[in-house]
């Protein structure tokens, strides 16, 4: 790294701020010494949860607002009443260039709403969009939509595929991720116009990526590509439902080992490897959905997290600053936006 980096914390975020903001800061900065805050919320809280901390303290500017977006608030609410709430000033922090990426575990509508507002989408794409990483059989896979953009069109889904590809250079290190269009079949007649039309407009993609087709939902969790395209509804609904699966086998197999002395036996022996599969199951290993498409990182915490999930969105947002995502979805979108021009211009001829 050759600069310095700072993230924008929104400190009154969540389910726990700004307590557990803070312990996540304090472990991201462990894990990136160079990293620097500016966090903004009430300084007086801040202050006494930063008190265990005084190294992280040594790093930390505040930045004092009284006002905070809640998770009732709807998005015009926030967009009208928490221009200076602690949400907005970090997002403003990106803007001004103070920070290089903002990460809030707060109201998720409200976050899109004034992230989108403030920032404005880059050239090139109509609509920004929410990814994250998933945990799968063979390792971690990027998924977007994952609720920004409840309908899409064609030209949407390739925008979210030319966003995501560059996600997953940067968050999985791979140079030329696999990307596929989630449908009900693999089969290239299958699926809406939309999603068919996208298809094609894929497989003629100069950009580094290698579209695999389609997947079906089982394709999620096996693994199957890098990354996993769809519009917003069905990928909230992909996510929640894998999350409530995750759940569901954790605490059943909770029940099997309790349920006789031989199960508690075998737990024993099993315990290395049931926690193994806990931490990749573990929600707060992978937390941290990334807003692409705007003039600025933003990302979503969840607001449940704890302070390790909290390290790992911050972990996530330092990964995307210093890699410079925005100017690789820049390059990549113009790339696209030059290839498309080229297809007009032949099919005019």
Same mark, same amino acid.
């Given at each position: 790294m050759t600069r310095q980096l700072t993230i924008a914390l929104d400190a009154m975020g969540g389910d726990h701020a700004p307590g557990v903001i803070l312990d996540g800061a304090n472990i991201a900065r462990e894990r990136h010494p160079d990293l620097r805050f500016l966090i903004c919320g009430d300084q007086a809280r801040i202050? &006494?949860?930063?008190?265990?901390?005084?190294?992280?303290?040594?790093?930390?500017?505040? *930045? !004092?607002?009284?006002?905070?977006?809640?998770?009732e608030d709807k998005p015009g609410q926030a967009l009208r009443r928490g221009r200076n709430s602690s949400m907005a000033l970090a997002i403003e922090a990106v803007r001004e260039g103070e920070a290089q990426v903002a990460v809030s575990a707060g109201n998720t509508g409200a976050l899109m709403a004034l992230a989108k507002f403030m920032l404005r989408t880059m050239p090139g794409i109509d609509r920004p969009a929410l990814a994250t990483l998933l945990p799968s059989s063979r390792g971690e896979s990027v998924m977007l939509d994952l609720g920004a953009n409840v309908e899409c069109d064609e030209r949407n889904l390739v925008e979210f595929a030319v966003m995501g590809a560059a996600f997953a *250079?940067?968050? @999985?290190?791979?140079? *030329?991720?696999?990307?596929? @269009?989630? %449908?009900? #079949?693999?089969?290239?007649?299958? #699926? !809406?116009? @939309?999603? &068919?039309?996208?298809?094609q407009t894929l497989k003629q993609s100069p950009l580094p990526l290698e579209f695999a087709g389609f997947i079906e939902g089982d394709g999620i969790a096996e693994g199957a590509v890098d990354v996993i395209v769809t519009d917003g509804f069905t990928g909230n609904v992909a996510l929640k439902t894998a999350e409530g699966t995750a759940r569901m086998i954790a605490g059943l197999m909770k029940n099997a080992f309790l349920s006789s002395w031989l199960a508690r036996l075998g737990y024993l022996f099993a315990r290395p490897g049931l926690r193994a599969l806990q931490d990749h199951l573990d929600p707060?290993? !992978? %937390? #941290?959905?990334?807003?692409? $498409?705007? %003039? $600025?990182?933003?990302? &979503? +915490? !969840? #607001?449940?997290?704890?302070?390790?999930? /909290?390290? +790992?969105? /911050?972990g996530v947002a330092y990964d995307m600053a210093a890699d410079d995502l925005g100017a690789r979805i820049a390059a990549d979108m113009e790339t696209s936006a030059s290839q498309a021009g080229e297809t007009g211009e032949v099919a005019a001829s």
């Amino acid at each position: 790294m050759t600069r310095q980096l700072t993230i924008a914390l929104d400190a009154m975020g969540g389910d726990h701020a700004p307590g557990v903001i803070l312990d996540g800061a304090n472990i991201a900065r462990e894990r990136h010494p160079d990293l620097r805050f500016l966090i903004c919320g009430d300084q007086a809280r801040i202050d &006494k949860a930063l008190a265990p901390y005084p190294r992280l303290r040594e790093q930390v500017t505040i *930045r !004092h607002t009284d006002e905070v977006v809640t998770a009732e608030d709807k998005p015009g609410q926030a967009l009208r009443r928490g221009r200076n709430s602690s949400m907005a000033l970090a997002i403003e922090a990106v803007r001004e260039g103070e920070a290089q990426v903002a990460v809030s575990a707060g109201n998720t509508g409200a976050l899109m709403a004034l992230a989108k507002f403030m920032l404005r989408t880059m050239p090139g794409i109509d609509r920004p969009a929410l990814a994250t990483l998933l945990p799968s059989s063979r390792g971690e896979s990027v998924m977007l939509d994952l609720g920004a953009n409840v309908e899409c069109d064609e030209r949407n889904l390739v925008e979210f595929a030319v966003m995501g590809a560059a996600f997953a *250079r940067t968050a @999985l290190g791979v140079p *030329r991720p696999t990307v596929a @269009l989630l %449908n009900v #079949g693999v089969e290239e007649l299958k #699926g !809406h116009d @939309l999603v &068919k039309g996208a298809g094609q407009t894929l497989k003629q993609s100069p950009l580094p990526l290698e579209f695999a087709g389609f997947i079906e939902g089982d394709g999620i969790a096996e693994g199957a590509v890098d990354v996993i395209v769809t519009d917003g509804f069905t990928g909230n609904v992909a996510l929640k439902t894998a999350e409530g699966t995750a759940r569901m086998i954790a605490g059943l197999m909770k029940n099997a080992f309790l349920s006789s002395w031989l199960a508690r036996l075998g737990y024993l022996f099993a315990r290395p490897g049931l926690r193994a599969l806990q931490d990749h199951l573990d929600p707060n290993n !992978h %937390n #941290g959905a990334v807003f692409l $498409g705007l %003039n $600025g990182l933003v990302v &979503k +915490s !969840h #607001g449940g997290a704890n302070a390790v999930g /909290i390290a +790992s969105a /911050i972990g996530v947002a330092y990964d995307m600053a210093a890699d410079d995502l925005g100017a690789r979805i820049a390059a990549d979108m113009e790339t696209s936006a030059s290839q498309a021009g080229e297809t007009g211009e032949v099919a005019a001829s």
